[in-house]
């Protein structure tokens, strides 16, 4: 289906769907309320390999919920998710996670936390090959010769590198981002956006990236879905038909469809925020 304004919002020609979400609900256990709070309700959502899907919506919505039921951290209410047509029942090394707040270990190297998932899981590789995936790694989000500095001796926007760089550090098939670049400043916010578009496009890596950033939002996703306000639920999901890579000169503002894109993204968020005060309200 093609909008007035030039927004596509057809899924059809995609590659092998890798995570499905079926009229998925879930939400929390309110201990000391004794009550359920529905964060996410009747999600349809499908991500397909080599896939970068971006969630969008008020703050609130569930954005955050619904990459923990990816992750395997909650469990559907109704509904089901399944990764490669199974459901998701716990963690997997298959399914990495990056943080807004730089969840680096304070009290380990830039090598030792970029270390971290091979310490839990076996992952078939020598020591030699671990130590050298973890070494190019941390050359690719371009932290070489920070190995041995602790986080506390780096920038907000290299300590963001240490989280992506234990994130990819495994070849997971599954980036889970939650708001990665959030706490950073435009300008580094823009030079680790083309770095991650780098990195995943070599890699061929799947992606489910949230922001609240529309200009994020198009600059990385092929599709953005709009999350309504709580109990989420997807609004509308839009194509974005701008070649890869778009970063690298980092001019995506010009090309023909991002007015129209930022135009009909910015809409259906404003609205989805008006709706969120209404509820509170
Ligand atoms: N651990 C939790 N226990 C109870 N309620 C929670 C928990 N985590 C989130 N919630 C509630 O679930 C709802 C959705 O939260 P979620 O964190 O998924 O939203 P979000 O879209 O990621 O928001 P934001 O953009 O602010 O990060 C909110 O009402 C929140 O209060
Ligand atoms: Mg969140």
Not at 2 to 13: E, F, K
Not at 87 to 109: C, E, H, L, N
Not at 234 to 255: C, F, K, Q, S, Y
Request: aromatic share 6%.
């Amino acid at each position: 289906m093609t909008l007035s304004n030039g927004v596509t919002t057809n899924t059809a020609g995609r590659g092998t769907p890798l995570v499905v979400a079926e009229n998925l609900t879930v939400g929390y256990e309110l201990e000391r309320e004794r009550k359920l709070l529905t964060a996410l309700t009747n999600i349809n959502l499908t991500v397909h390999e080599g896939e970068f899907v971006v969630l969008v919506g008020p703050s609130g919505c569930g954005k955050t919920t619904f990459i923990n039921a990816v992750a395997g951290l909650l469990q559907p209410w109704e509904g089901t998710v399944t990764y490669q047509g199974k459901p998701i029942k716990g963690t997997s090394r298959d399914r990495s996670m990056v943080f807004q707040d730089y969840a680096v270990m304070p009290w380990r190297t830039v090598e030792q936390n970029v270390r971290m998932p091979f310490e839990f899981r076996d992952s078939g590789l020598s020591n030699s090959q671990i130590d050298e995936r973890i070494q190019t790694m941390i050359s690719d989000v371009g932290l070489q010769g920070f190995e041995h500095s602790y986080p506390h001796e780096l920038s907000g926007g290299m300590r963001q590198r240490v989280g992506i760089a234990r994130a990819m550090v495994t070849q997971p098939k599954l980036l889970l981002a939650d708001e990665p670049f959030g706490a950073l400043d435009a300008m580094t916010r823009e030079v680790l956006q083309a770095q991650l578009e780098k990195l995943v496009m070599n890699a061929g890596q799947t992606v489910v990236f949230i922001t609240h950033s529309i200009d994020e939002a198009i600059s990385l996703g092929d599709r953005i879905a709009v999350i309504s306000h709580r109990p989420g639920t997807v609004r509308e999901i839009i194509d974005v038909n701008i070649e890869r890579p778009r970063l690298a000169e980092g001019e995506i503002t010009r090309h023909p469809e991002y007015g129209a894109l930022r135009e009909h993204l910015w809409g259906l968020v404003k609205d989805e925020a008006l709706g969120a005060r209404g509820a509170v309200a």
